[in-house]
């Protein structure tokens, strides 16, 4: 065995000549996976086993296409494969699922280069697989393309979006502006109302003290 290294990352490529295969057991259902209580100890989904001969190098991509040689029904273009890894798990001493990727008659996937070493498989562990049907999915690129021509068209547009948020912004602004001269006018109103009710009653005053001393000089 040796190990390559693809994109940073150590990848293991086994000698098909030199290493002998191992037997790798596979259950498959149509439109959904099994149930990880199906899989105990003492009992297994056995009526929907595939069994092959591989290596630990062996690609998501490989497998799918040798269960095609076997499931007339993963043939169909618009089929997909679902692939969920089957382990026990020591700590609770039962069997435990953990997603692997899907990979699609039609189309390329980011799952289709994903090894049994890369899923930290180990001889003895079992593969659970769903075959779905259904459009392909968009390519990546079609999507990326999509989200740029979103992001460009917003972008040719920005300055509509952000006029229209500044208008608001504005009309918010000129509004709270005018309730807060509304606010002020209110309070000088009363304060000049105040300060003329004072006056007022302080005219008031003196002229009823010189009422009074005028009437004491009379007297």
Same mark, same amino acid.
């Given at each position: 065995?040796?190990?390559?290294?693809?994109?940073?990352k150590q990848?293991?490529v086994?000698d098909?000549?030199?290493?002998?295969?191992?037997l790798?057991?596979?259950?498959?259902r149509?439109?959904h996976?099994?149930?990880?209580?199906?899989f105990?100890?003492d009992?297994?989904?056995t009526?929907?086993?595939?069994?092959?001969?591989?290596?630990?190098?062996?690609?998501?991509?490989?497998?799918?296409?040798?269960i095609?040689?076997v499931?007339?029904d993963?043939?169909?273009?618009?089929?997909?494969?679902?692939?969920?890894l089957?382990y026990?798990?020591n700590?609770?001493?039962?069997y435990a699922?953990?997603?692997?990727?899907?990979?699609h008659?039609?189309?390329?996937?980011?799952?289709d280069?994903?090894?049994l070493?890369?899923?930290r498989?180990v001889?003895?562990?079992?593969?659970?697989?769903?075959?779905?049907?259904?459009?392909?999915?968009?390519?990546?690129e079609? @999507?990326s393309? +999509?989200l /740029? #021509? $979103?992001?460009r068209?917003? =972008?040719r547009g920005?300055r509509?979006? !952000?006029?229209?948020?500044?208008?608001r912004?504005?009309d918010?602004?000129?509004e709270?502006?005018?309730? @807060?001269?509304? +606010?002020? /006018? #209110? $309070?000088d109103?009363?304060r =000049?109302r105040?300060?003329n009710?004072m !006056?007022i009653?302080?005219?008031r005053?003196d002229?009823?003290r010189?009422?009074?001393?005028?009437r004491? @000089?009379r007297?």
């Open positions: 065995m040796t190990e390559a290294n693809s994109g940073g990848k293991l086994v098909r000549e030199k290493t002998v295969p191992f790798l057991r596979m259950f498959y149509l439109n996976h099994h149930r990880v209580d199906d105990t100890p009992h297994l989904p009526e929907d086993e595939v069994q092959i001969y591989t290596w630990k190098d062996a690609t998501l991509k490989e497998i799918s296409n040798l095609k040689e499931v007339p993963a043939n169909r273009p618009n089929a997909k494969l679902s692939f969920k089957v026990i798990d700590l609770r001493g039962k699922f953990k997603e692997l990727g899907t990979i008659n039609v189309t390329t996937s980011e799952h280069e994903i090894n070493d890369d899923a498989f001889i003895g562990d079992f593969l659970d697989v769903a075959i779905f049907f259904g459009p392909p999915p968009r390519p990546i079609r @999507r393309s +999509v /740029r #021509d $979103r992001n068209e917003r =972008d920005g509509n979006y !952000r006029g229209i948020g500044n208008d912004d504005r918010r602004d000129r709270r502006d005018r309730e @807060r001269d509304r +606010v002020d /006018r #209110d $309070r109103r009363d =000049d105040d300060r009710g !006056r009653e302080r005219d005053r002229e009823r010189d009422n009074r001393s005028f004491d @000089r007297r």
